[in-house]
């Protein structure tokens, strides 16, 4: 579809910190907009729906020319005992195969743009990743794999499904960087751990960008919302530091993280090396594609 044709595009997660912003920018541009709640619609942009009993009226959906899944349970936000982990898993492949078997029972060919992230490639050191890579090992990249697989249902049907693999957002208003800015701001936003491990990152402009694209083009499949820079961790705290003119040299150790942490310090501690190969190949461009830029646009939003 044509990026100047106007749209209607249906949010799950439109409560959330990319689904809110996400939902702001597509108003903007002059797409109409609707979000899925899971209670009972309270104006003519909501439409009511529950993953968890995997209840969705298709016909609520028609007429939308796209779907963006960004609904699941945060993996940062509690640590992760195994009811947690269980949750995190249910929340995505529930809320994802309730879209994609409405979708497929709809019949009308709307896009899905379901979202998903760069742990589905594990910690893979100093390998260089792309879209087209194995996935690897671990809790986060078995839930990829189960996450990603539920959308089997709109696939069959013949619908354009995209899996938007996200990686770490520079945002001050959620995320790791909420948590590391206020460190930062006292110069204690060191390496965490070695510091060596790669990270691979997108401003949220520009992932509000790649998902409008997303969405705009015949895309599909996994794609990687990343630069087209991942770096070393202790790259970025430099150039966040650099930014807040603070110095960024005081590590956290690794144990530290885990006991404060538990298992999610794996993640955090984990080396993705990634590429955005299939957004470049599509035409896309970065409007903060350097770490300088990324960082001067974050604490300028400050």
Known sequence: ??????QRVAITGASGLIGSALSAFLSARGDDVVHLVRREPRARCEISWDPASRKLD??????????VHLAGAGVGEHRWTPAYKQEILA????????????????????????????????????????????????FLADVVRDWEAATLPAQRAGLRVVHARTGLVLTADGGAMQRILPLARF????????????????????????????????????????????????EVMKALGAQLHRPAVLPAPALALKVALGEFASDILASARILPSVLTASGFVFEHDTIESAMRWLVDAL
């Open 1 to 6: 579809m044509s990026p100047s044709q106007r």
């Open 58 to 67: 298709s016909g609520d959906l028609s007429g939308v020319t796209a779907v």
């Open 91 to 138: 929340s995505r492949v529930n809320g994802t195969a309730t879209i994609a078997t409405a979708l497929a029972d709809l019949g009308e060919p709307i896009a899905l743009v379901s979202g998903s992230a760069i742990g589905a490639y594990g910690d893979r050191g100093e390998e260089m990743l792309t879209e087209d890579s194995d996935t690897g090992k671990g």
């Open 187 to 234: 110069g204690l936003a060191g390496p965490l751990g070695t510091g060596r491990q790669y990270w691979s990152w997108i401003t949220l402009h520009d992932e509000l960008r790649a998902l409008a694209h997303l969405i705009d083009q015949d895309i599909v499949g996994p794609v990687n919302l990343v630069s087209t820079q991942p770096l070393r961790q202790a």
